[in-house]
């Protein structure tokens, strides 16, 4: 729950949603969750990030032939070519061919199953799984219930959250699975309207993933005031990450394993953060969006 750093006098929400959730995948009370972003999607980065000083890993994935395949890309159908932006400060996957500066394709081979990342991870660390893809009708109730079906098969319920843009799915897996941890992920300013107004309505309502650089002094303090818990994305600036975890933050996404690593004493220091962090938030961060970021607006999978 991040706490906004600009005196008021109004009176704590007494919302019944206002409830901090309790913090998991954090060994240590009051510690930051360390999460690593995107980690989750090849067999050599995964197994980088659980030997690393996180922890939950993330991963995305999309639902395909009854299937759920893990992997960022957008698949070109009818054609076994996958397409993506390239990632800052990361090499391009094997046998990829590069579309200009800032995109490139590759084959859809050595494909890796939701399946095998469970198994793989075997609840040593959490997992975050950032649901992809633009669905239709009965397809979206057939990913959630494929979903919760690998969750449930490997015991995962309780160190699997599960997150996403698309956020028809999310509904459905919240009917089908209600103690399933779901996150609704937040970039635009109409996602933050139907977010603010899904809190209002439903009290089980109360987890968010927020690009960072939206976070503004007016959404900082509802989140406070209605006791959501807060994941911010991609964080991988330092000074940014402490910035976020003084305010409260109750975890931070970054690309970075060195810098989550730095973040498990982060909790002990708040004060003296938060003292050398500056102006608020809101004072530092506008609203502003990202222009095509690897969270960004879900696309179409058939």
Avoid at 74 to 86: F, H, I, S, T, Y
Avoid at 109 to 134: Q, S
Avoid at 166 to 181: C, M, N, S
Avoid at 282 to 294: C, I, K, S
Wanted: charged content about 30%; glycine content about 10%; hydrophobic content about 35%.
């Amino acid at each position: 729950m991040v706490k906004s750093t600009t005196p008021r006098t109004t009176k704590k929400s007494t919302h019944p949603g206002s409830r901090r959730p309790a913090r998991r995948g954090s060994p240590q009370t009051g510690a930051p969750l360390r999460i690593a972003h995107a980690y989750g999607n090849t067999r050599e980065r995964l197994k980088a990030a659980l030997d690393a000083a996180v922890d939950t890993i993330e991963l995305d994935v999309w639902y395909r032939g009854g299937d759920i395949w893990v992997r960022h890309e957008a698949r070109l159908e009818p054609l076994p070519l996958l397409v993506d932006k390239r990632m800052r400060g990361r090499s391009l996957p094997p046998l990829s061919l590069p579309l200009g500066k800032r995109w490139y394709f590759r084959l859809d081979f050595n494909r890796l199953r939701l399946d095998e990342v469970l198994t793989t991870v075997g609840g040593r660390k959490g997992l975050l799984v950032d649901l992809k893809g633009v669905y239709h009708g009965q397809r979206n109730l057939e990913f959630a219930r494929a979903l919760i079906r690998n969750i449930r098969e490997h015991g995962a319920e309780s160190w699997v959250s599960i997150c996403g843009q698309f956020w028809p799915v999310l509904d459905d897996v919240r009917r089908e699975a209600g103690h399933l941890e779901v996150r609704y992920s937040v970039e635009h300013v109409d996602q933050w309207e139907k977010f603010m107004r899904l809190v209002g309505e439903d009290e089980r309502v109360h987890r968010v993933c927020i690009e960072h650089r939206f976070l503004n002094e007016e959404r900082t303090r509802f989140i406070e005031e209605r006791g959501v818990n807060l994941y911010c994305w991609t964080v991988d600036d330092r000074e940014e990450a402490r910035r976020l975890v003084a305010a409260g933050a109750d975890g931070i996404i970054s690309n970075d394993l060195e810098l989550l690593a730095e973040l498990r004493g982060g909790h002990e220091t708040n004060s003296a953060a938060a003292a050398a962090s500056g102006p608020p938030m809101g004072d530092q961060v506008h609203g502003r969006r990202l222009e095509g970021g690897d969270h960004g607006r879900p696309r179409r999978e058939r």
